[in-house]
């Protein structure tokens, strides 16, 4: 027994693990099927499983105004719980049982979660404990709401209640037994293997036979043909206000006339009537509860597939809308519109002359930049260059990222997933992160770090060409960066002449000092590197959906039906032993 406890306990783990939040066509099912089936671990089969000699559980349930409680008094012989005109009458269910057994219902040992209350009449919510010992020992009766309550929370109780039972005793109307809530726990219970039988109660007098008949032609249509039937006449009630304190403040309606209810109290005794009668009732009992489980776990599994492909079309959209944006970026980079503005002037101030020109092509050695720093006091134009490049570059990643961004709401926002997913994010979802300005600087300037080291690395003593040339390391590495974004396709006019200029001078400037080959690699090692870095910046902005997605991914399908499996497994070899 212990391995399929273990087994069942490892199947109530996977299923906790289980959150189906998104609002799918699948998911209110699956969520039905998730929070009945835990319940039903925890209410029923862990207990029985650990006790199968405890006492039996029989559930009185039913559609509204049946007569549960008028039929729980009879089967007592006492009025044990409240019957009346008001509906639901039964707010608390009330359980009753034999003072024997009176530990083993109100310590928990079956439907642990409730609340128990004693006394001559329920208080609050929970379950009401009644001992009395005109109830057999080896058997509690379980007077529970109604089905088919127009209190959500009475309909909910009493389907929590039913999935804990060792027997049904379904209680119907004549005027009700054809609705179609009461066929849905029917059919579930035949699932389950529940040992049940139904009672026809409030039958028009000389209406029993053809009642019953009717009843009897839809259970065999739905599979239910084994069924027993028990009918119950309208006819006067045994007065019981004197069993009842204070009966003067309620309507009571009384309790059947033994002629009324004998047959059905023998069944209900023939349950316990010997330990092999009571025996098979438990394991019929649990074996079809058990035995139901992967079918309903199939549809756990279903819904988390549902969610989990909602979360990865949703991941998908996202990645597509920053590797769009990112590509769309990578574009501007190489057509020149960085180049723009003072990122020209700036560097024309430092290469765009013909002297300089002169300088290239004749060796002519100068100390400008040196001279320039130290009489005007102003940057190097090579460093006013470089920060006005980075600073256009820090404008163009936070256009783009805010594009990306407010696609992927856009498109999120379209289906009923993705507006749910929105709907737990932080304000400004569909705008950059406030620190991307930030960290965009950081991140450029640890790549023109990253040029710098690339230039040391790859020039060796040619750094003294490029010293006599008037640049120093600095002035190399932000020719590099011209190099890089040095295409003109994105820039037209007159700038475009100078852009075009500004390329062919950077490239003759590199070429003096590293030589053809040497400054293909020198630029693609450099883009490539800035590529990296600007991935992991969109990477990082592109998290924040992600991280929006993770709480709405909880479960592994796999490991729930490999519990499900081994607790089918465990239980066939238990029944073998």
């Known amino acids: 027994m212990n391995t399929t406890i273990d087994a069942l306990t490892a199947l109530r783990a996977a299923l906790d693990s289980i ?53 729980t008094n009879s089967l007592v012989g006492s009025d044990v719980s409240l019957a009346g005109v008001l509906r639901p009458s039964t707010r608390t269910p009330v359980l009753v049982c034999n003072s024997a057994d009176r530990s083993w219902f109100l310590d928990g040992g079956v439907l642990p979660d409730l609340p128990r209350t004693t006394g001559e009449r329920p208080t609050g919510a929970g379950l009401h404990l009644v001992v009395n010992d005109r109830v057999p020992a080896g058997l509690g009766l379980l007077d529970a709401p109604d089905i088919d309550s127009v209190e959500l929370a009475n309909h909910e109780l009493a ?98 006339q033994e002629t ?13 009537a010997d330990d092999a009668s009571r025996d098979d009732v438990v394991r019929t009992t649990l074996d079809g509860a058990l035995r139901s489980i992967p079918a309903r776990v199939d549809v756990v599994e279903d819904a988390l597939g549902d969610q989990s492909a909602a979360v990865e079309q949703l991941a998908a959209t996202s990645r597509r809308r920053y590797e769009d944006a990112l590509s769309a970026l990578d574009d501007e980079l190489g057509n020149g519109v960085l180049l723009r503005g003072e990122v020209l002037d700036r560097w024309r101030e430092h290469v765009g002359t013909s002297a300089f020109m002169e300088r290239l092509q004749h060796g002519v050695s100068r100390v400008r930049a040196r001279v320039w720093s130290v009489l005007s006091r102003k940057p190097i134009p090579s460093e006013a260059a470089k920060d006005q490049l980075e600073s ?61 080291q690339l230039v040391q690395d790859r020039a060796g003593n040619k750094l003294a060409v490029a010293r006599s040339l008037t640049l120093g390391l600095n002035g190399v590495g932000v020719a590099v960066m011209v190099g890089v974004f040095a295409q003109t396709g994105g820039v037209t006019g007159a700038e475009a002449g100078v ?14 000092v590293f030589g053809e080959n040497a400054v293909r690699d020198l630029v693609r090692a450099a883009r490539d590197d800035l590529r990296l870095r600007l991935a992991g910046i969109f990477e990082v902005e592109r998290g924040r959906f992600d991280a929006l997605l993770r709480s709405h991914s909880s479960g592994d399908g796999d490991a729930l039906r490999r519990a499900s499996e081994e607790l089918i497994s465990s239980w066939t070899r238990q029944g073998r032993a």
């Open 392 to 452: 256009n570059l820090v404008t163009l990643v936070r256009n783009h990222a805010d594009r990306a961004a407010v696609a992927t709401v856009s498109e999120w926002d379209t289906t009923a997933a993705g507006a749910a997913v929105l709907a737990g994010a932080e304000r400004g979802i569909d705008r950059p992160t406030a620190n991307l300005p930030d960290r965009l600087e950081r991140e450029l300037d640890d790549w023109h770090d990253a040029v710098l």
């Open 260 to 272: 009324a209810i004998g047959e059905l109290r023998s069944w209900v005794g023939g349950l316990i």
């Open 159 to 256: 389907a929590q209640l039913l999935g804990a039972a060792d027997a049904w005793l379904f209680v119907t109307t004549a005027s009700r037994y054809a609705d179609a809530v009461p066929w849905e726990y029917l059919r579930r219970a035949r699932e389950r293997a529940v040992a049940m039988t139904i009672v026809i109660n409030r039958i028009p007098t000389g209406a029993s036979d053809e009642v019953a008949a009717h009843l009897g032609d839809m259970l065999r249509q739905n599979g239910l043909g084994d069924i027993t039937v028990f009918t119950i006449e309208e006819a006067p009630t045994v007065a019981a206000a004197q069993d009842v304190p204070d009966a003067t403040d309620h309507f009571v309606e009384g309790r059947l």
């Open 499 to 512: 852009a075009a200029g500004t390329a062919a001078v950077s490239q003759t400037l590199l070429t003096a």
């Open 19 to 71: 959150a189906l939040t998104l609002p799918l066509d699948s998911a209110d099912r699956g969520t039905e099927v998730h929070d009945e089936l835990l319940g039903q671990i925890d209410d029923y089969l862990l207990p029985r499983l650990a006790r199968l000699d405890a006492p039996l559980l029989v559930v009185l349930g039913g559609s509204t105004g049946a007569g549960k409680s008028t039929i």
